[in-house]
Structure formats: structure tokens, C-alpha cells
């Protein structure tokens, strides 16, 4: 019996792909998803697998015992780009309009929309011989990636 771990990636939502600077392209694109297995994204930059939306999950084969998945949105910077440019209009449209410094409320608007880090999403287990471990991962808008145990 084969020890798996099986990983449907999810398309992000509508928005979440609007929020991306090239979002007139990538509105129709299925994104991607980096995965690590069983190592630490901060000190190994380049991902285990890169896995892209679909509708049949992926499986992968593992040995037995205790394994860490790590999820990254590769699109993360991206997002996170066009959150701080909308909040920089609007918060020099507001401020401008109130009749302050548009700079500042630029400033304000970009600092309050930006995050100052990019979420990774994780699923930890333990398998034993012949166990399928069923999860579910998506990108938000935030650049985070929701993981969910699917039963």
C-alpha cells in the first residue's frame, strides 16, 4: 500500500486575481502554488514542486512518519503591489479632498494597505503505512494560501 499525501489546489477567487499588477492577464490564468516538502522555505528558496489550480487532486508519495508541507503564493509580491498603489491613490484622493498634503495621505493610504509579510500556509502530519492525508490548499487576495483538511 502506497503512503500519500494527496493536495487539490484551488483556482483563487475572482478578486484575488484582480489584485495582481498584470490582472488582465492573469484573470484567466490558473496560478500556481509553491510547495515545500519537509523543508524550511526561509532557508531553501527554491520550492520542492510548483503545482497549479486543477480539479483532480495531486498525490504525492511519502515514506511514513512525521512530514511538514509549506505553501507559498508566488504571486505574494505582486498582490502586495497593487494593495499599497490602491491605497496610495485613495489616500491622496481623501487626503486631497480634505484639503491636506497629498503625499501624506498617499503615504498613510500605501503603508495602511500594505502588509509587512507574506503569509505561508502549512500542514503538518504523521503518516502511517498505507495512509492518504487529504488536503486542500488556495491563495487569498492577501497573498496568504489557506490550508484546509478535506475528509
Do not use: C
Not at 81 to 103: E, K, P, Q, V
Amino acid at each position: 500500500m502506497k503512503t500519500q499525501v494527496s493536495i487539490l489546489v484551488k483556482n483563487s477567487s475572482l478578486y484575488s486575481r484582480a489584485m495582481t499588477f498584470w490582472w488582465f492577464i492573469n484573470i484567466f490564468k490558473k496560478l500556481p502554488v509553491n510547495v515545500w516538502i519537509d523543508e524550511d522555505p526561509e532557508t531553501v528558496k527554491k520550492p520542492t514542486m510548483v503545482l497549479k489550480a486543477s480539479k483532480t487532486p495531486y498525490e504525492i508519495d511519502l515514506t511514513p512518519g512525521y512530514h511538514t508541507l509549506y505553501f507559498t503564493d508566488p504571486k505574494a509580491g505582486q498582490k502586495r503591489f497593487s494593495r499599497a498603489m490602491t491605497g496610495a491613490i485613495l489616500g491622496a484622493a481623501t487626503a486631497g479632498a480634505g484639503g491636506g498634503s497629498m503625499l501624506a495621505g498617499a503615504s498613510m493610504g500605501a503603508d495602511s494597505a500594505n502588509s509587512n509579510s507574506v503569509g505561508v500556509g502549512y500542514a503538518s502530519f504523521t503518516l502511517k503505512e498505507g495512509d492518504v492525508f487529504r488536503i486542500s490548499v488556495r491563495p487569498n487576495r492577501k497573498g496568504d494560501v489557506k490550508v484546509k483538511e478535506e475528509k
